[in-house]
């Protein structure tokens, strides 16, 4: 926490439901302020404190008990941050997530190095991966939007198969450093 709050970044971070936190002030948002320590010995010696905020909030489910979650921020005043935009942040983030999920896993970057041997090559294959996904993604957009679809709905995994069945000789070319 202090490593990345020393770079200059602000936190948003999940952390278990069973971690306590003691209640120091109660903010209007239903958020509180709250304190955590750099060590086991620290918090026993109360020595050390950070104090950060804390959102708890449920998201229903449709078939089973609610997800419970349990936010920490370095965004302590609930004026400027409130906890509900914080929280629909949280799960924004799970998006980019997603894609990077893609990219590994669906386009089987998992499996592949990337062959370049030049710092610039490398940035040109990697940007190259991006742009066969967002071509995958807009394709997606395009049926989506074409058939009133939730886009969503439509597999990312089975449109990149479908590309690869129809085109199965693009990108069976390597980097050029020209």
């Given amino acids: 926490w202090q490593q990345a709050r020393h770079s200059g970044a602000e936190l948003l971070w999940r952390c278990r439901d069973n971690r306590q936190f003691p209640v120091l002030k109660a903010l209007d948002d ?23 905020r804390v959102i708890e909030y449920e998201l229903p489910k449709l078939d089973a008990e609610p997800l419970r979650y349990r936010l920490m921020t370095s965004l302590l005043d609930d004026k400027v941050a409130p906890a509900l935009e914080l929280a629909a942040l949280y799960h924004q983030r799970w998006q980019v997530e997603a894609v990077f999920d893609e990219l590994k896993t669906h386009l089987q970057q998992r499996r592949r190095v990337l062959r370049s041997k030049t710092p610039e090559l490398v940035r040109q294959e990697f940007y190259g991966w991006v742009l066969a996904h967002y071509a995958v993604r807009w394709l997606i957009h395009q049926a989506a939007t074409e058939h009133r679809l939730r886009h969503d709905s439509l597999s990312f995994t089975a449109h990149v198969q479908l590309l690869r069945r129809t085109q199965p000789q693009s990108g069976a070319f390597p980097p050029n450093a020209a």
Wanted: no cysteine; charged share 20%.
């Fill in 30 to 52: 239903g958020s509180f302020l709250s304190a955590i320590y750099p060590s086991d010995k620290a918090r026993r010696a109360g020595q050390g404190a950070i104090e950060v």
